[in-house]
């Protein structure tokens, strides 16, 4: 009786994270899809406060990610995994494959801001795969 109760605790612990990730995802791929088309404008709109305050400009952060970040700018493929609390922030794993075949993974922390999610941080994690 009591392992069937914490399962169902495990489960209910585990649902705000789900219904999370969608959104989530979306404010992600919604920025990447900016930075593709080079909107350094609408992709600051998806950056947290503190964003704004440590770039003040859309050109400026479009400069750092084109520069920090290349794979962001004209990624071959960008695939979602795994959505993780760490030390009470929510941090989206994605896989980012560039154009050269070369596959990356960035941590994507997350914020909610008052019209949904927002980036807040990214870090360029090590990936064992490797280029074609």
Partial sequence: M???LYIVMGVLAALPSFAQEQPIQSTITAQIDAFK???YER???????TIHQIF??????GGMVATGYPMVVNPAQVEMM???MVGGALWQRVRVTD???Q???????????PDGWLINAVQLQKSNDVGA
């Fill in 2 to 4: 009591r392992l069937g």
């Fill in 103 to 113: 596959s990356y993974l960035l941590d994507y922390q997350m914020i909610e801001g």
């Fill in 56 to 61: 003040q400009t859309p050109e400026n952060f």
């Fill in 37 to 39: 088309v080079k909107d």
């Fill in 99 to 101: 154009q050269k075949g």
């Fill in 43 to 49: 992709a600051f709109t998806y950056a947290s406060p």
């Fill in 82 to 84: 795994d959505l993780r």
